[in-house]
């Protein structure tokens, strides 16, 4: 009864929530964010997410790489992070002999955990407002660029692992500092089967109901003293005070849920004629043409093995834009997205004199700039699709270092990966259909007569093949000078530069004058007593919500939990995206899921909640009202895929692992309890 009054609450509070509910904090925002918080349900203080005398919990969240989010977990650094944001390092360290991707690995002990060369983890310590200070270097003449490495580098520095930087937010309106130390020695420990860290894999991607168990671990090593250093034989785990705790209680509909990470762009403030260019003719566009791409590729992967295995990861690639793209149209028409947008623009122009002509301005210009735009798609869509063009590049970069006499290891090695997932005849069949609803829908002159013409296939059949190991490469050589596709990447890519050349000073224009618009927003919400949050920009952010599904269309509803009975019933022997491993099957089959389930004994597996997350929070920890770890975050459902210009908790959701089946496939699957046995685990 309490779960269905909290969810009846929640849904009758949706009708109101203001356009302004979109919201990645900055952390030292968060006390400014206490009543609402509060609100949601929070019971944690805010100084115990974030305090400038320490201790907060962005403490243990790690930038990892430098492009996911990770979090300490044991007093001995332990971190949890996504599979796919580990995915590289356990593939490294992968062979035929010993596949770490398909079998798993766990650790035994401390000398069995592997470095990662490159790998590396941030803590973020402080954040700060330091508008003033970079504005009075401007004021004295200096570039805003300059202005904010100045006030960078004016930071106390203690050691080489300090990192101070400055960012703009709000278009240049507003500027804020990131102190962080850099840790590079950064070890795998453990990582489930792809079968279960993938499982679902391009089908589920973006979807609910999802079954994935999305998460590796790694740990953190410093010098003995405790500080960071690079990889050394010497160092140990490193010595952590304060670990996240980790809670089996799990959360319910309606509970408060917290998100800390680094999210990677939003675009919340643009003007509503650039959001109808996108919804209207760039996305449907793109959407278009890489379905020509996709269903090329299908037809031939649902045929040929080798094909599949050759044109999986490059079909998961596309497939992700392609499927967002279609949420984002669709959402954003479910919700009448762009009404709600037009509605609060209206409100702000007539705010200020200025306003409404910057927004006279942007509709003039985006009308201009539409052309040039939707021709540029086109370009970067065939392009990177097109692997001949992509033999040409490479081809050429080879040739040239032939002629200059330098090494010729890694141009061979590169022309050696392409031809190894490259099947010349699909690549034309796509390239064809690429080019003809190319022509069919642009009035661009190329260089080339007829870009068709390549896609003959006497020019794609007559590739010359690469030489055996240790063989000769004189015939392919003299083979790739005479071929009439050599030049054709030089060729597109000067039709590129030059087309984007044309149109960087409108579009640097175009930019100038989000900062004006973005100042009179700022008025308009301080004259409303509204504080609104800075699109993601890749630094630390605090975003909250609360946990639950949604009803994304009549008659259906996703629940706010996932179970292991749905990772049975998706189960496909054979199928690269939904096989198990028979131990792994035999395991769930068992339900012998311990202490690790919910109140009627199920082993949940993801879960929902309407956290406002974008690219970047990837493996960022999902906290409960007391800021215990209950999940880890890898994903949203398509159907709210706009929450990257307009976040409605009506629609957006995010999608993470609950934290009591990572356990589980810790304890139970792997039987690692030297694991365990580390975490701070309370009920």
Request: aromatic share 10%.
């Amino acid at each position: 009864m309490k779960n269905k009054l909290l969810a009846a609450l929640w849904t009758a509070a949706l009708g109101s929530t203001s356009v302004w509910a979109q919201g990645m904090w900055f952390p030292h925002e968060v006390a400014g964010r206490k009543a609402d918080m509060k609100a949601v349900g929070m019971k944690m203080s805010t100084s115990a997410i974030y305090s400038s005398e320490g201790g907060g919990l962005n403490e243990s969240v790690v930038h990892f790489g430098g492009f996911c989010t990770g979090e300490v977990i044991s007093s001995k650094g332990l971190v949890l992070t996504n599979h796919h944001c580990g995915y590289d390092a356990i593939q490294s360290h992968s062979s035929i002999e010993d596949n770490l991707l398909e079998h798993g690995f766990w650790a035994k002990s401390y000398a069995e955990e592997k470095p990662n060369p490159g790998l590396f983890v941030d803590f973020v310590l402080r954040t700060e407002d330091v508008t003033l200070a970079v504005q009075s270097l401007i004021a004295k003449g200096q570039e805003p660029g300059e202005a904010m490495k100045d006030v960078a580098a004016a930071q106390p520095k203690p050691d080489a692992s300090w990192i101070h930087n400055v960012k703009p937010i709000f278009a240049g309106n507003r500027y804020v500092l990131t102190s962080a130390r850099r840790y590079p020695d950064v070890r795998l420990v453990g990582a489930p089967p792809s079968a279960v860290g993938k499982y679902g894999s391009d089908t589920d991607n973006w979807v609910w109901p999802r079954h994935t168990g999305d998460f590796s671990l790694f740990r953190v090593y410093t010098a003995p003293d405790g500080s960071p250093a690079e990889y050394s034989s010497s160092n140990v785990p490193m010595n952590v005070a304060k670990p996240l705790a980790i809670s089996l209680r799990g959360v319910e509909e309606g509970d408060f849920t917290l998100i800390y990470g680094f999210p990677g762009r939003t675009d919340s403030y643009m003007p509503v004629s650039e959001v109808q260019q996108q919804l209207k003719t760039m996305l449907p566009t793109r959407v278009a043409m890489r379905h020509e791409v996709l269903r090329t590729w299908d037809s031939a992967m649902r045929v040929d093995p080798m094909v599949k295995i050759q044109y999986a990861s490059k079909y998961a690639s596309v497939a992700n834009g392609w499927k967002k793209w279609i949420g984002q149209i669709e959402g954003m028409a479910e919700v009448s997205g762009v009404d709600t947008l037009a509605a609060r623009e209206a409100r702000v122009a007539a705010f200020s004199p200025q306003g409404l002509a910057v927004i006279q301005r942007f509709g003039e210009q985006n009308d201009a700039l539409m052309d040039a735009r939707w021709t540029a798609l086109y370009y970067q869509e065939l392009i990177p699709r097109w692997e001949l063009a992509t033999w040409s590049r490479l081809t050429s970069a080879y040739l040239k270092a032939v002629a200059m006499g330098d090494n010729l290891d890694k141009p061979r090695a590169a022309l050696r990966e392409l031809y190894k997932d490259w099947n010349p005849e699909l690549d034309r069949r796509a390239a064809q259909r690429l080019i003809a609803a190319w022509n069919a829908n642009s009035e661009v002159e190329h260089a080339e007569s007829d870009l068709l013409s390549f896609t003959d296939p006497k020019v794609s059949g007559s590739v010359p093949a690469l030489p055996a190991d240790g063989a000769s490469w004189e015939a392919f050589d003299a083979a790739a000078k005479s071929h009439p596709a050599l030049g054709l990447s030089a060729n597109l890519r000067e039709e590129y530069s030059a087309l984007m050349g044309e149109l960087s000073a409108a579009e640097t224009e175009y930019q100038s004058g989000m900062k004006d618009w973005m100042a009179v927003q700022l008025a308009y919400a301080a004259s409303t007593n509204k504080q609104i949050a800075a699109d993601a920009n890749s630094t630390l952010r605090v975003a909250y919500g609360r946990a639950g599904g949604f009803s994304p269309t009549d008659g259906m509803r996703y629940t706010t939990h996932t179970t292991a009975d749905g990772v049975l019933a998706k189960y496909r022997p054979g199928d690269y995206e939904f096989d198990l491993p028979e131990a792994y099957r035999t395991k769930l089959e068992a339900k012998d899921y311990g202490p690790y389930t919910l109140s009627n004994g199920e082993l949940p597996v993801c879960f929902l909640a309407a956290n406002h997350t974008s690219g970047g929070n990837s493996g960022s920890p999902a906290f409960n009202d007391r800021g215990e770890l209950i999940g880890l975050n890898f994903d949203r459902v398509w159907e709210g895929t706009m929450s990257d210009f307009y976040f409605t908790p009506q629609r957006c959701r995010n999608i993470m692992v609950d934290i009591r089946y990572v356990l589980w496939v810790v304890d139970r699957y792997a039987g690692a309890d030297r694991l365990i046995q580390e975490m701070n685990i309370v009920r």
